[in-house]
C-alpha cells in the first residue's frame, strides 16, 4: 500500500489549500483513510477522517474551516482547508486504517509541509 500526499506550501492566514492523498489501489480497501497533523514540539493529532461509507469526523478545530471528500475514481481523499490560520502550520500526514479479523493496519503517506504566515 501506497499513499501519496501532495498540495501542501506556503500559505497567508485566511488563505486555502487542498491537500490530496493518492492511494495504491482501491481505496474502498480501508475502513477510514484521515489527515493527521504534527507541528514542532507537538504529537501528531487527527484533523479528518472519511470513513467507508462516506461518513466524516472532524477534530474541533477543523470544523467549519476543513472539509474531507473522496473520489472514488481517482482513489484520492481530498483536505480542502480554507481560513488557514498559523496554529495550522504542521506536517500534515495521509493515514489509511484496514481493519481486518487479524487486526488493524495503518498505512501512512510521506507528509506534505504547511506554512501559514505572512
Known amino acids: 500500500v501506497q499513499l501519496q500526499a501532495s498540495g501542501g506550501g506556503l500559505v497567508q492566514p485566511g488563505g486555502s489549500l487542498r491537500l490530496s492523498c493518492a492511494a495504491s489501489g482501491s481505496i474502498f480497501r480501508f475502513n477510514a483513510v484521515g489527515w493527521y497533523r504534527q507541528a514542532p514540539g507537538k504529537q501528531r493529532e487527527l484533523v479528518a477522517a472519511i470513513s467507508r461509507s462516506g461518513s466524516t469526523n472532524y477534530a474541533d478545530s477543523a470544523k467549519g474551516r476543513f472539509t474531507i471528500s473522496r473520489d472514488n475514481a481517482k482513489n484520492t481523499v481530498y483536505l480542502r482547508m480554507n481560513s488557514l490560520k498559523p496554529e495550522d502550520t504542521a506536517v500534515y500526514y495521509c493515514?489509511?486504517?484496514?481493519?481486518?479479523?487479524?487486526?488493524?493496519?495503518?498505512?501512512w503517506g510521506q507528509g506534505t509541509q504547511v506554512t501559514v504566515s505572512s
Open positions: 493515514n489509511a486504517v484496514a481493519i481486518q479479523v487479524s487486526g488493524r493496519s495503518d498505512y
